[in-house]
């Protein structure tokens, strides 16, 4: 596009920077509560909620607890919850069992949910790693993270959470073929409407560390995801992996991490055109509380303005948890 401006001082931009009203007319794009999906995480137990020392403001919450989250996002508009559980100990195998127990805490989170807020979707997660002795995403053999083993026990806990109402999957675990094998055994279950928010450019990043100590998957963590999540230099593969992951029958595609991989996002939105999201995650969302409680940030600006930016690069919506406390300011 060749851009002609009429010279200086015919051309003065801060003409239509001069007043709220003026930058309002010209405002290229908006935040909503209708933009966020808000990850809670879960717990076994009754009124409690835990805190999570790396994410100021976040708890561990147990199920009652989660319901009256999910009841208060409904009313600030927040359209959709995602669920995370912390596993306790005696839970964690080699198989992994307990991620297709059709009693597990999130399944059954899904239907007290649905029970009190059935307006609300609800988002799980699918990886083995809350259920996982080692911390990993997929089943280990010989120190190796073996693919199509994984995904049939991912398949099995898909359809769990199918059966426990869940609306949206959201397959975490970044091995390949998982989203055409649940695809597959979602329509033949007959559970065709349930959509599946893949996790498809996820990378292998330092940010998801709060994340894990939320789950309770640090200490259990050997070594790293490198096998299987992305290379945070490549950008040419993210593409390869939407193209793929559409092909395969996911609904939308989701950017992870966020704020530092902006350019990902923009270029899924240009080159697929597709409901497109973004993970700010746990890290992200360390970073800007710590350095809020420091008073070095201001963290309604920084909040506000960061997840406007993810809309700037081209997102639907943000994956955060910053959800209720934007939403209330939203909401004036
Ligand atoms: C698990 C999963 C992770 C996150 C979401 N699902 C952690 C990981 O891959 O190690 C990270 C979310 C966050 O950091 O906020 N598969």
Redesign the pocket.
């Known amino acids: 596009m060749t851009r002609t401006l009429a010279p200086f001082p015919a051309t003065r931009l801060r003409r239509l920077r001069k007043s709220p009203a003026l930058r309002a007319m010209v405002r290229e794009t908006s935040l909503a509560p209708s933009d966020f999906i808000w ?1 809670v995480f879960l717990m076994a137990g009754k009124d409690e909620e835990t805190a999570i020392p790396s994410m100021p403001g976040v708890t561990r919450k147990t199920i009652d607890r989660v319901v009256k989250a999910a009841v208060e996002a409904r009313d600030l508009g927040i359209p959709a919850i995602c669920l ?1 559980p912390y596993t306790a100990m005696e839970h964690r195998t080699e198989d992994c069992a307990e991620a297709w127990n059709p009693n597990n805490l999130t399944n059954t989170a899904i239907r007290a949910i649905k029970d009190a807020a059935p307006e609300i979707a609800i988002m799980t ?1 699918i ?4 259920y996982n002795i080692n ?1 990993h ?1 997929g089943y280990v053999e010989d120190g190796v993270i073996v693919n199509d083993r994984t995904v049939e026990a991912l398949v099995k806990m898909a359809l769990a959470q199918a059966e426990a109402g869940a609306d949206i999957l ?1 397959p ?3 091995m390949d073929g998982r989203i055409g094998a649940i695809r597959g055994a979602l329509e033949s279950a007959g559970y065709p409407d349930v959509a599946i928010l893949s ?1 498809t450019a ?1 990378y292998a ?1 330092g ?6 100590d ?2 309770g ?1 640090s200490g259990a ?1 050997k070594g790293d ?1 490198k096998t299987y ?1 992305m290379d945070p230099a490549n950008s040419d593969e993210a593409m390869r992996l939407v193209q793929r992951d559409l092909s395969e029958g996911a609904d939308m595609i989701m950017v ?2 966020g704020m530092p991989y902006l350019d990902i996002c923009r270029r899924v939105k240009d080159e697929f055109g597709v409901p497109t999201f973004a ?7 360390a970073m800007l509380m710590a350095a809020a409680q420091n008073g070095w940030l201001d963290q309604e600006k920084v909040m506000l303005e960061s997840l406007l930016c993810f809309k700037r690069a081209g997102c639907d919506g943000i ?1 955060t ?1 910053f959800a209720p406390s934007a939403a209330k300011i939203l909401n004036g």
Do not use: C, N, T
């Not at 940010?207 to 894990?212: A, D, E, K, M």
């Open positions: 990850p995370f997660d990886a083995l790693d809350p911390g995403d959201g975490s675990d970044m996790y996820k990043s940010f998801y560390g709060p994340f894990r939320a789950v998957a963590l995801k999540q992870k991490p993970y700010q995650v746990s890290g992200e969302y994956l948890y």
